[in-house]
């Protein structure tokens, strides 16, 4: 005879969490189920819409997302690459105080934010040096700042 299973709204303690957190993944994974037939649905509808196959709409879509990967890493590759004394772009863009480009490099490469250069010096301390207020709040609420 199999154990007998105890309901899940009668646990308590860490065995109705564990209990809970069972469920939460059970209903997030139908929950994306239903969300991929859906979006599924919506391309053959387009596809059949514009004369043409689904196949080749899923190729021509992965087509698109490679190349996206691509631009990503390329652009990770050149927030990382360090230029004279050990700078790196977040580096420059902290030392003349320019908040955009610290934006866009952060979102790039959250991680830069911590690097130092040869004089051991980081994004952080550049945007002082500069009096940039602006500058230094966006790279304070870094975690990777300590």
Same mark, same amino acid.
């Given at each position: 005879?199999?154990? $007998?299973? !105890?309901?899940?709204?009668?646990?308590?303690?860490?065995?109705?969490?564990?209990?809970?957190?069972?469920?939460?993944?059970?209903?997030?994974?139908? =929950?994306?189920?239903?969300?991929?037939?859906?979006?599924?649905?919506?391309?053959?509808?387009?596809?059949?819409?514009?004369?043409?196959?689904?196949?080749?709409?899923?190729?021509?879509? $992965?087509?698109? $997302?490679?190349?996206?990967?691509?631009?990503?890493? =390329?652009?990770?590759?050149?927030?990382?690459?360090?230029?004279?004394?050990?700078?790196?772009?977040?580096?420059?863009?902290?030392?003349?105080?320019?908040?955009?480009?610290?934006?866009?490099?952060?979102?790039?490469?959250?991680?830069?934010?911590?690097?130092?250069?040869?004089?051991?010096? !980081?994004?952080?301390?550049?945007?002082?040096?500069?009096?940039?207020?602006?500058?230094?709040?966006?790279? $304070?609420?870094?975690?990777?700042?300590?």
């Amino acid at each position: 005879m199999p154990p $007998r299973r !105890t309901p899940a709204s009668t646990l308590t303690g860490p065995a109705a969490s564990v209990a809970a957190r069972r469920l939460g993944q059970h209903t997030r994974s139908e =929950e994306e189920g239903a969300h991929q037939a859906k979006l599924l649905r919506q391309q053959l509808k387009a596809a059949a819409a514009e004369g043409r196959s689904l196949k080749w709409q899923l190729k021509e879509e $992965r087509s698109k $997302r490679r190349a996206a990967e691509a631009a990503l890493q =390329e652009a990770q590759a050149a927030a990382t690459a360090r230029h004279a004394g050990g700078r790196v772009a977040l580096h420059h863009a902290a030392k003349r105080g320019d908040v955009a480009t610290l934006r866009v490099a952060l979102a790039v490469d959250p991680g830069c934010a911590a690097l130092r250069d040869n004089s051991g010096d !980081t994004p952080f301390h550049l945007a002082a040096g500069c009096g940039s207020v602006q500058a230094m709040q966006l790279l $304070r609420a870094q975690p990777q700042i300590p």
